[in-house]
């Protein structure tokens, strides 16, 4: 836990902010024995507006390229105020990418797996090619080219990366024990290929394809769902 200028160290002497030495006398105490309050520090700034603008450079630049200085800068805050505040840059970044997770990822909903695949496609279509924010998905983009000293950020993006897999052969998997897909259908390979095609809109969206243009690599991906089980 960060201390606050306000928070006294224990050991310091010397301080002006030490106890009133004798025959100074105590500063006077409230009704009811209360204390008077010492000063506050708080806060110069809005943490939660700094963390949406942390999000929109990373998401914009990735991970290793973002800076501490061209963070602040953005931010309109001191590095000090940025380490009191979330840490570090690598917990400013998992900080950013929860805050993503919360307001960007689309819920896998529908009645059976062809929809709600279909269903995310389509969202993300839009989504990526949305001119209010970034193009494509931080989750896949911003740890693309990361160093050494920055492999714990790529694999806890890879690692969600593969929670989304695992999702979608999930779903796969209960229309074939449902009997809506055939027997030798492999959930795995099929979620595979569906997460290649939400990659590779990624990029087209972070190379200028038009949602247009995704809307159609969307429903080119759902020809290759296989014929459901006739009865």
Not at 78 to 83: G, K
Not at 116 to 128: K, N, P, R, S, T
Not at 158 to 170: I, M, W
Not at 200 to 225: K, P
Request: aromatic share 6%.
């Amino acid at each position: 836990m960060t201390l606050s200028s306000s928070e006294k160290r224990p050991g310091n002497r010397g301080r002006s902010d030490a106890s009133p030495a004798a025959g100074q006398g105590a500063a006077p105490a409230r009704r009811g024995g209360e204390r008077a309050a010492g000063p506050r520090t708080r806060r110069g700034f809005d943490r939660d507006k700094a963390l949406a603008i942390a999000l929109e450079e990373f998401w914009t630049y990735g991970y290793e390229t973002t800076s501490i200085a061209s963070l602040t800068k953005a931010m309109g805050i001191n590095p000090p105020s940025l380490y009191a505040a979330f840490g570090d840059k690598q917990r400013l970044f998992h900080e950013a990418v929860e805050l993503y997770r919360s307001t960007r990822v689309a819920p896998l909903e529908g009645p059976d797996a062809r929809t709600a695949i279909a269903a995310l496609l389509e969202h993300l279509a839009a989504d990526y090619t949305d001119p209010r924010h970034p193009p494509g998905c931080l989750i896949i983009t911003a740890a693309t080219n990361c160093g050494p000293g920055s492999q714990e950020v790529k694999a806890r993006l890879r690692e969600l990366r593969e929670a989304t897999k695992a999702s979608l052969a999930a779903r796969v998997r209960e229309d074939v024990d449902g009997g809506r897909l055939p027997p030798d259908t492999d959930p795995e390979a099929l979620a595979t290929f569906y997460a290649a095609v939400v990659q590779g809109m990624n990029q087209q969206a972070c190379d200028g394809a038009s949602r247009a243009t995704l809307e159609a690599v969307a429903r080119s991906a759902m020809l290759a769902w296989p014929a459901a089980e006739r009865p």
